[in-house]
C-alpha cells in the first residue's frame, strides 16, 4: 500500500473512532508521554522523548490525539537529532481493533498501524515505518519498512502457539528481509501467571552485506524462555528470561540470550504507568555483526486523565 493510501485509511479509522467516542460514554481529555532509551555493546544508542494530547479518551484502547516527539541518535564520533509530529489513537472497527501512529520528520512518512482481531484466534495486520537507525541510515535519511501479519493459535488449555510472517525494506537498496517466526507456549502453572515457551526466528536477506547493520544471507534463532506474568493488588508484573542458540551464514550456531521485565499500573485509575526493560545478545538493526553483541532498552509510559 503506498503512504498516502496508509494515510488515508488511518485518519478514517481516527475519525469513526471519535464518532463512536461521541455516541458511547462521555470521553475525557488526557496528557500522555513516553521515553525509549536504547543502546548496544558497539557505542550506538537511540533515545526518543514523546509529549502527547488526547482530543478524546475513554479508555487505553479508545481514544485519538496528537503528540511530538524528540529523537535523537548517536554513536562513537556522531550524533543526529530530529523533531517528530504525530497523529495517535486507537478503537474499534466492528469486531477488530485498530491502533497507531502516523506523522513525520518533516521529509518523510513515520509511525506504526496494527489492526486485530478480537476473537480467540487473534489475527493482526501491521505496519511501521522508521529511520533506520545507523550512521549511513541517519545520514542518508533512509527509511525502513516492515509490513506483516500473525495469527494466535490456540492448542486446548495450556497450549497456544503463534505464527508471524513479513517482510522488511531498508530504503537503501536491493535487499528485502523476508521474516518467519514462531512461539510455541504452555503454561506451566496457570494460578500463577508461569508458563514455557519456545520462540524461533528467522529470516534471510535478499541483498547480503547492502549497508551498515546486520544483514547476513540468513540468520536463525531458537530460544528456551521462562515467563510470568501475574496480577498484585491490580498491578500487573512480567518477567520473562530466555536461553538457546543463534547461527547465521557467517557463523557457526553460539549462544543467545534475553531478559525482559515489565511492570504496568491499574487501568482505571485517572493516571496511568507502564515500564519496560530488557536485554538481549542477539542481532537488532544497528548490530554490525562483528564480535560479541549486546543490546540494552528502557520505555516508560506514563498517561493522565481529566
Request: glycine share 12%.
Amino acid at each position: 500500500m503506498k503512504a498516502s493510501g496508509i494515510a488515508a485509511a488511518l485518519l478514517l479509522a481516527f475519525a469513526a473512532s471519535a464518532i463512536a467516542a461521541e455516541d458511547g460514554a462521555a470521553a475525557s481529555q488526557a496528557v500522555r508521554t513516553e521515553v525509549w532509551v536504547g543502546s548496544d555493546a558497539d557505542g550506538n544508542e537511540t533515545q526518543k522523548y514523546a509529549l502527547g494530547w488526547d482530543f478524546q479518551h475513554q479508555d487505553l484502547e479508545h481514544w485519538w490525539g496528537a503528540k511530538i516527539e524528540h529523537a535523537r541518535f548517536s554513536g562513537d564520533g556522531w550524533s543526529e537529532s530530529e523533531q517528530r509530529v504525530y497523529l495517535s489513537g486507537a478503537g474499534d472497527l466492528g469486531q477488530w481493533r485498530w491502533d497507531g501512529d502516523i506523522g513525520s520528520n518533516g521529509e518523510d512518512l513515520l509511525g506504526n498501524v496494527s489492526v486485530h482481531s478480537q476473537d480467540a484466534r487473534r489475527k493482526e495486520l501491521f505496519l511501521e515505518r522508521e529511520v533506520l537507525e545507523t550512521r549511513e541510515g541517519i545520514e542518508r535519511g533512509l527509511v525502513q519498512t516492515f509490513a506483516g501479519a500473525a495469527i494466535d493459535l490456540p492448542m486446548g488449555e495450556r497450549w497456544s502457539a503463534s505464527v508471524l510472517a513479513g517482510a522488511q525494506d531498508f530504503g537503501s537498496g536491493d535487499n528485502l528481509r523476508t521474516h518467519l517466526r514462531s512461539n510455541l507456549v504452555y503454561a506451566l502453572a496457570p494460578e500463577q501467571g508461569v508458563s514455557i515457551q519456545l520462540r524461533t526466528r528467522y529470516y534471510r536477506n535478499s541483498e547480503a552485506f547492502e549497508g551498515d547493520y546486520y544483514s547476513p544471507p540468513w540468520y536463525g534463532e531458537a530460544l528456551g524462555v521462562l515467563a510470568w506474568r501475574r496480577y498484585v493488588g491490580g498491578y500487573q508484573w512480567s518477567a520473562r528470561a530466555g536461553i538457546g542458540r543463534q547461527r547465521s551464514s557467517e557463523e557457526d550456531w553460539k549462544r543467545a540470550r534475553m531478559v525482559e521485565f515489565g511492570l504496568e499500573t491499574p487501568r482505571w485509575k485517572n493516571a496511568w504507568l507502564r515500564l519496560d526493560a530488557g536485554y538481549t545478545d542477539t542481532p537488532v538493526l544497528t548490530d554490525t555483526g562483528t564480535g560479541s553483541y549486546a543490546y540494552r532498552y528502557l520505555r516508560l509510559q506514563a498517561l493522565i486523565a481529566f
